[in-house]
């Protein structure tokens, strides 16, 4: 039986490349062959649990997860960091606004994991990651 992770992490994308701040922006299923200043990648699947929970319904929850990346122009590692997290944030909005991911999920939370910064050419790039944990069920 396939699990529902995969059409989550298409769910999660779709969602994100609907978000009208983010018409300018990368939003890529992996990391971008040739990334742009700003970039949002919908990336690994880690399974945290599957188990049957009825003669006819395997139970899976699993982390997706989601990276904004972004290029600062003369900027410090704080503003990077920052823009980074703004992003982050519209993207959270937006995830949560429908948790059920088109009915693919019975639910879904969004949760930072670490933001960071380095100096590149230009500036700073500031990194946000964070992760979709979401509960599914799939009949056999």
């Known amino acids: 039986m396939a699990s529902n992770a995969l059409g989550a992490k298409a769910a999660i994308l ?20 040739v990334p742009e200043r700003v970039w949002l990648m919908v990336g690994r699947v880690e399974w945290e649990s599957t188990a049957w929970v009825t003669t006819r319904q395997v139970e899976e929850t699993f982390r997706v997860e989601v990276v904004v990346n972004v290029i600062v122009p003369g900027g410090t590692a704080e503003e990077a ?5 703004d ?6 909005t937006a995830l949560m606004a429908e ?13 930072p994991e670490r933001v960071q910064s380095w ?7 500031g990194q946000w990651t964070g992760v979709v944990s979401v509960t599914a069920r799939k009949s056999r």
């Open 99 to 111: 948790p059920s991911l088109g009915g693919l999920a019975i639910a879904c939370t969004v949760a």
């Open 119 to 125: 100096p590149n050419p230009e500036g700073f790039e």
């Open 87 to 92: 992003i982050a944030d519209e993207a959270r």
């Open 14 to 33: 779709a969602r994100l490349s609907a978000v009208p701040a983010f018409a300018g922006f990368q939003v890529t299923w992996s990391v971008p062959r």
């Open 81 to 85: 960091e920052r823009t980074a997290e």
